[in-house]
Structures are given as structure tokens and as C-alpha cells.
């Protein structure tokens, strides 16, 4: 039996009794919740360096490696004293199966883009109406928010033809597709929208902290949830500056 999530649903909240605005930062970093905010940005990056090289050259290998994430988190879930990296660690397994799915056989066509990446949604949607894995399943929906976000850009930008173009061609042959995606970009419309969709995606990722800090507990859930949204702005800004720089 899971530790956590059929046993003790209260364990979502940390006591509120200590005055946490008058807390250090590197005190806030090492509680709970900052480190599952920070465990939620660098599982968002992880499938970006890691899983998107690995998959085009070992789809397979990529694949198969789901199982070992769900390995973990299940053995985790298990523990008393660290569940809640098991339920973090569940919530990515969804996410590494889907992009592991489309990036290995499905990356030459961007509109089954979002179709596979939701295959995994449907659990993290029963486990919030059920109130059960809360952490990994919220992490989940806000690390697919911040690929819809990004693929609406793709869409309203007209970069479409770039991202068929690229899946395509050797590497050597893609720095003319790059620079004229970039020129795209750097159109006023280009700028206009990314303000506009990472406003949102802003909003979206500081909203649930917001609420969260108004309540006398804290629920980690949220701060997976605004970690992997926010992670998104980090990992498409790290993208765009490489590609000025390219």
C-alpha cells in the first residue's frame, strides 16, 4: 500500500504556524516547497537536454526508460519520508512516455504534437477529482500547459513549416531554416505575441502561489504546478538565446 496517497491525503499541507515572510530565502529553498519547485523545473528541463537528443538517436531505449521512472516512483510512493518525490516522479513518467512517443516516430508532423503529448492527461485528471497524487498530477498539467503555450506560438507565428523543414534535414543543412524562423520571431508580430502568450504563461505560474500564500497551509501541489509553468519561460528564453547566438 502507497504511503501517502491511500493513506494520509492530509500530508498535502505543512503546518502554517510559523510566520514564513519572516523566513530567510535560503530557509524557504530548502523547505518543502522550494525544493519541489525546484525538483519541478528541472524535470521540465530534463525532457528538453536529455530526452529530445536521446529519443532521436534511441527511441527505444527512451521508451522503455518510462518503466524505470515508474519503478521509482512507485518505490518511493512507498516511503514514508520521501512520497513526495515518488508523487512528483509519477506525474514526469506521464510526461517522459508522451514526448518519448512523439519525438521518436511523430516529430516530423507538429499537429499530432499536442494529441500525443495528452495521452498521459487522462490520469492526472481522475487523480485531481480524486484528490489522490496531487503533486505529480498538477505537475503534469502545468508542464502541458506550458507546451500548449508554446505550440499556440508555433501556430499564430507561422512557424509551422520551420518545425516540418527541421525534423527533416541534417543538422549542418538547418542553420537557413534557423534564420528564418528567427526573422519570423523578430517581426513585430513575432514579439508582440511572445509578450502576450508569456504574460500569460506568467500569470498562469504566479497565480497559484499567490493563492497559496493567502491560505493558512501550503499545498505543494501548487508549487509543482507553478514550477513547471514557470520552467517553461526558462527553457523556451534559454532557447531563443541560443538561437541568436547560433
Known sequence: MF???????????????????????????????????????????????????????APWLSLLLTLGWLWSSVSLLNSPRFWIWGDLLLGFSGSWLAGSIYWGWFRWEPLWHLPVECLALPLPLWCISRHRLLIGSWFAVGSLLGTVITDVYFYVVDLIPQWRQLMRVEEELAMPIFQMAIAKVQTPWGGTCAVILGGLLLLAGLLPLWINRSKNGVSLHRWAFSGAVLSTILVDSLFWFAALAA
Open 3 to 57: 504511503y501517502y496517497p491511500f493513506t494520509n491525503p492530509t500530508l498535502y499541507s505543512e503546518s502554517a504556524s510559523a510566520d514564513k515572510s519572516q523566513r530567510p530565502w535560503w530557509a524557504i529553498a530548502m523547505s518543502s516547497t522550494g525544493l519541489i519547485f525546484a525538483g519541478s523545473i528541472f524535470l521540465v528541463s530534463v525532457p528538453v537536454f536529455v530526452e529530445a537528443p536521446l529519443v532521436r538517436h
